[in-house]
């Protein structure tokens, strides 16, 4: 079992930066894959970007792949999505997710068993 926790969201301008974190603990904690996933009101949860934890290859949207990063700190069992020159439309509610499985496909929800709260990001034009 994964328990993982959201932090750093919050309220900015377009163009503005802002990074947040994923914190995961548990007593088998093993992660193959992380990801960050968003939904705004009305709109299906999305894919945004994912991490193979251990050696480090990295998964992004379209829309993201030249603004944000996603990386981690093993030490730490943290993860961070960096998000730079935000728009309005980046605005919604960040979920991190985690699976143990190496078969999963990095940007389906499905693949992800355990699930953040999630934070919320406000980008105001």
């Known amino acids: 079992q994964i328990q993982l926790v959201e932090s750093g969201g919050g309220l900015v301008q377009a163009g503005d930066s802002l990074r947040v974190s994923c914190v995961a603990s548990?007593?088998?904690?093993?992660?193959?894959?992380m990801a960050w996933f968003r939904q705004a009101p009305g709109m299906e949860r999305e894919f945004v970007a994912g991490?193979?934890?251990?050696?480090?290859?990295?998964y992004y949207a379209d829309s993201v792949e030249d603004r944000f990063t996603i990386s981690r700190d093993n030490a730490k069992n943290t993860g961070y999505l960096q998000m730079n020159r935000l728009k309005p439309e980046d605005t919604a509610v960040y979920y991190c997710?985690?699976?143990?499985?190496?078969?999963?496909?990095?940007?389906?929800?499905?693949?992800?068993?355990?699930w953040g709260q999630g934070t919320q990001v406000t980008v105001s034009s």
């Open positions: 997710a985690a699976s143990s499985d190496l078969r999963s496909n990095v940007r389906r929800s499905g693949s992800y068993a355990y």
């Open positions: 548990g007593r088998s904690l093993f992660i193959y894959y």
């Open positions: 991490i193979r934890w251990n050696v480090g290859a990295t």
